[in-house]
């Protein structure tokens, strides 16, 4: 990626957040404890540990889930992932496109 691009990229304003969120990794799953690093209005980094995160993936911002989210996986670095936020209808889209050919989501995983 062009070093243009990534600034572009990164032009919006972040918060260093620092807090305890919880990453949702599928609707019927339990909620796994993660680190908020920072938050943009696009997106958001986690500290994750070494936990397997599904390419989509709700975030809840409080433990009550009055904060919520959901999230597409940008980029991984060890510990650290980049999501970007996903309207409900991208949402929407990438469930229809996931029932109609589940082997591209697993070649993708």
């Known amino acids: 990626m062009s070093r243009q691009r990534k600034n572009r990229a990164r032009n919006g304003v972040r918060v260093d957040l620092q807090r305890p969120g919880f990453l949702i990794p599928a609707p019927d799953a339990a909620w796994i404890e993660c680190l908020i690093v920072e938050v943009s209005?696009?997106?958001?980094?986690?500290?994750?540990?070494?936990?397997?995160?599904?390419?989509?993936?709700?975030?809840?911002?409080?433990?009550?889930g009055e904060v919520f989210r959901a999230c597409r996986l940008n980029w991984r670095n060890g510990e650290r992932l980049g999501a970007r936020f996903v309207s409900a209808k991208e949402l929407r889209g990438s469930l229809e496109s996931a029932k109609a050919d589940p082997q591209a989501e697993k070649a993708t995983s």
């Open 41 to 64: 209005d696009e997106g958001v980094c986690l500290e994750v540990g070494s936990l397997a995160v599904p390419k989509i993936f709700g975030l809840a911002f409080t433990a009550s």
